[in-house]
């Protein structure tokens, strides 16, 4: 029988992580595929730390990883790795696996086999070595990790923390339908005097993104509730990123053009010019009117963007925007002339 050898790296990876260290022994050499090549050999699971050279929460973390308590934990049942989240290695991992980092240090467990079993968010406030003794036993739960959270949702969980915590799940892992649906269930379990509680702003905050939950309806509505309570720069941004993350999303294609004149009104309570809303929204409303067959408005919106500063660039963009949403033939006049004038 043919037998199957390590590589070279991997049988180097196994001679460094076998010398005593104190605290978690993260894998200094080598890169993800060396990591999980080791991890299959050692048959264990994979812990990375998504990290930033530059956060000053991450380097917080450092004496944490070093205890000996979080060490014998993480040694026995991880191949661990420090993930830079500023390169191109991090990059693309995150992208193969659909995987939002909202913050760092981020937790990130996998099986050997590549296949995402938890994520964790840490924070100034899960500084500890409980802390991350926590996410590690959790991650080894298949009852309690964040890959289970579909499972019981699905078997009729609707505690709110739990709501809380899969709305932000699906986030981070870019479910966006599944992030509406569990948070719109939140919000609708909560009584409307509880929409500008801390836990509810920082549901705004950090985890939603529709601007028809009606926590986010409530906020538009009643901005100088949130105001009096929470900095004023911070909901409006806060409720600007809501607003943008809707109309950018792929439902925000299908948008009607009544959808969009209330994304206005909502932009210009937060005191948003109407000149920098024309700018953010004229696509979205001009595809919105052409679909509706109101080919002269929506050149009109287009024309509003124009002005001494328009370049060629910008003139062969709209004249293709153009051609690419409608076929009437005043709509494709004015297309062809702003061809000719991005020449």
Excluded at 153 to 162: E, I, K, L, P, V
Excluded at 276 to 282: E, T
Aim: glycine letters at 4%.
């Amino acid at each position: 029988m043919k037998r199957v050898f390590p590589s070279i790296a991997v049988l180097l990876l196994l001679s460094l992580s076998s010398i005593a260290q104190r605290g978690v022994s993260f894998i200094s050499g080598g890169n993800l595929r060396t990591v999980f090549d080791l991890a299959k050999v050692q048959n264990k699971a994979v812990f990375l730390e998504a990290y930033a050279p530059t956060c000053h929460v991450c380097m917080a973390f450092k004496p944490t990883f070093e205890n000996q308590q979080v060490g014998d934990i993480y040694n026995k049942n991880y191949i661990s790795y420090k993930l830079d989240m500023t390169s191109p290695e991090a990059a693309g991992f995150l992208q193969k696996q659909n995987i939002w980092i909202p913050s760092t240090p981020t937790l990130l467990f996998f099986d050997k086999d590549v296949k995402l079993m938890h994520i964790a968010i840490m924070g100034e406030n899960t500084n500890s070595p409980e802390a991350l003794i926590s996410s590690a036993m959790i991650a080894m739960n298949p009852q309690k990790r964040a890959t289970a959270y579909k499972a019981i949702y699905q078997s009729g969980n609707r505690t709110t923390n739990f709501l809380i915590d899969y709305g932000y799940m699906a986030r981070i892992l870019k479910d966006t339908l599944m992030n509406i649906t569990v948070l719109k269930t939140y919000a609708k379990s909560i009584p409307t005097s509880q929409y500008t509680s801390n836990v509810n702003f920082a549901v705004l905050q950090k985890a939603i993104m529709d601007d028809e939950n009606p926590l986010f309806v409530y906020m538009i509505n009643h901005l100088a509730e949130f105001n009096a309570k929470f900095d004023k720069n911070l909901v409006k941004q806060t409720a600007e990123n809501i607003i943008m993350y809707s109309l950018y999303s792929s439902r925000g294609n299908k948008y009607s053009s009544a959808k969009i004149a209330q994304v206005k009104a909502n932009l210009a309570k937060l005191g948003v010019t109407q000149k920098a809303i024309g700018v953010r929204i004229f696509r979205e409303e001009a595809t919105a009117l052409f679909r509706e067959g109101k080919s002269a408005e929506a050149i009109k919106i287009l024309e509003s963007i124009i002005d001494a500063k328009t370049d060629k660039a910008s003139y062969t963009y709209l004249s293709n925007f153009v051609k690419s949403r409608t076929s009437d033939k005043a709509a494709l006049a004015k297309a062809t002339i702003w061809a000719a004038k991005g020449r």
